[in-house]
């Protein structure tokens, strides 16, 4: 599994359509303070089913839709869509390219998307519950998250460290089940 491009529109700084292509090997976004590198990593945590607004920086979630600026006018609609290659099967869904959609309006509601099929959130947290990349991940560390991490309650690094294992979806099943 690779993540192959993300594209940008209305989200945050990202006013213009923006295209981000990652090649083989590390990639390192840099570029001067305010100009847009925290943006790309919330905008792939906000694709892959992000609802805390809080961890977006926001106070609503509306507030990552472009606001407007000096030169540019406020606009009603972010969207991102993360293209991942997807050819060895790593993510439970039977095709060699995803691509994960987002968009939400000035309204407050989110949309999403596999391959341009709309799907609930729930199937967007399913695709990537257990593979170590979902939008709680342990593959995505912000700043400040080592020291979280370590401060934290035993029973919270316990839920990162079975993610990390693969056995939260088996525990979410089991909750579920319980529910009903
Ligand atoms: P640093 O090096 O300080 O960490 P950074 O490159 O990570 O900076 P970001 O935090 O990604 O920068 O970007 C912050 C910029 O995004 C700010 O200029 C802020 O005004 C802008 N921004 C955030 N949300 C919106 C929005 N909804 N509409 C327009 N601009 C926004
Ligand atoms: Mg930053």
Redesign the pocket.
């Known amino acids: 599994m690779k993540l192959v491009s993300i594209e940008l529109q209305g989200f945050?700084?990202f006013?213009k359509k923006t295209k981000i292509h990652f090649t083989d090997g590390i990639t390192a976004i840099v570029?001067?303070?305010?100009?847009?590198?925290?943006?790309?990593i919330e905008a792939i945590r906000w694709v892959m089913g992000e609802t805390s607004a809080k961890s977006m920086r926001s106070e609503k979630m509306t507030?990552?839709?472009?606001?407007?600026?000096d030169q540019r006018k406020a606009v009603n609609i972010a969207q991102v869509t993360l293209t991942l290659d997807n050819s060895d099967r790593f993510l439970p869904e039977d095709s060699d390219q995803l691509d994960i959609s987002r968009r939400l309006k000035k309204d407050g509601q989110s949309d999403y998307y596999i391959n341009n099929r709309q799907v609930r959130l729930k199937e967007i947290h399913n695709l990537f519950i257990d593979s170590g990349i979902g939008k709680e991940s342990f593959s995505i560390i912000g700043q400040g998250q080592v020291d979280q991490i370590l401060n934290s309650k035993p029973e919270d690094r316990r839920a990162i460290i079975e993610e990390a294992a693969g056995v939260l979806k088996y525990k979410n099943r089991k909750k579920e089940a319980e529910i009903k």
Do not use: E, H, L, R
């Open positions: 945050k700084s006013a570029g001067p303070n305010g100009s847009g590198k925290s943006n790309i507030d990552v839709i472009f606001s407007g600026t």
